[in-house]
């Protein structure tokens, strides 16, 4: 089996992306223009390929995956994780997020209502936004005290090492979009009826303390960018881009080989002696479209 090694890019390998217009990418390694119309959607499909083979890999050595997704609103966070989860078994990769605590889960530890939906073996499990709330948003709206808030500081990386020795691959991501980016998204969302109910009260408040959520920021990286979980910087200001690099990170992460299973022959299909009930007798939704 060999290994798949999706940072190493061949020529004719079917990527999608152009030979030409290299750029460097704000890390400084070489990063590659989408050179025409469906680049993008070609090499989505590749990535999604290889995340399939991910999966299988996960599931076969019975690794514990957790991805946290954070950053700022309509940054596309929820983009990237439909892109990574629409083409894996649902039974094996989760995506979690979490309404507003209970008054129950208020009165819990803090990391309790997010320690149990920490993957098992063979699974991936993706968290939309996660603990960090205690850092953002509870910290700028005022939903925490200064000594939660310090608590959670303090406790974080402990916590998060210990999800680490435990044997779970624990990747962060933050997805960083600039202000302008960021209103011209919130414009399109008030625009679009299928997608008003994606900006929330809290959502507007954020465009008036964007510079206390960048605070936030700031102290929640001084405090939680540590060594066994460092955080991954995804510039969001292009979402295509984003999405892109981000599960190209993601793959890189984890080295694993294809397990993709041999393609299977279909049995012939036996009917037998079945007589099928009379259609009169079953209810069939109207067909107002047809092709």
Known sequence: MAKQDVRAEKNGGGIGLAAAGELKGSNGREARGLDCKGAYEKELRRLQVELVKLQEWVKARGLKVLCIFEGRDA?????????????????????????TPTDR????????????????????????????NRAGVERVMGFCTEAEYM??????????????????????????????EQERRFHKRIEDPTKRWKLSPMDL???????????????????????QAPWH?????????????????????????????????????E???????????????PELYTM
């Open 75 to 99: 940054a596309g966070k929820g983009g990237v994780i439909k892109r990574i989860s629409e083409c894996l078994n649902p039974r094996a990769c989760r995506v979690v997020a979490l309404p």
């Open 233 to 269: 910087v995804v510039n969001a200001d292009n979402k295509k881009c984003a999405r892109l690099n981000c599960i190209h990170h993601l793959l890189s992460t984890i080295p694993y080989e294809d397990l993709t299973p041999k393609p299977v022959v279909l049995p012939k299909l």
């Open 105 to 132: 889960e208020k009165n819990q530890w803090y990391f309790q209502r997010y320690a149990a939906h920490l993957p098992a073996a063979g699974e991936i499990v993706l968290f939309d936004r996660s603990w960090y």
């Open 205 to 227: 408040e954020s465009r008036r303390r964007w510079v206390d959520y960048s605070r936030a920021k700031d102290a929640m990286f001084a405090y939680t960018d540590i060594k």
């Open 271 to 285: 009917k037998g002696n079945y007589v099928r009930p009379p259609l009169s007798e079953q209810s069939f939704v």
């Open 151 to 180: 608590e959670f500081m303090q406790s974080c990386p402990e916590f998060e090492r210990m999800l680490v020795r435990s044997g779970i691959i624990l990747i962060k991501y933050w997805f960083s979009v600039s202000d302008d």
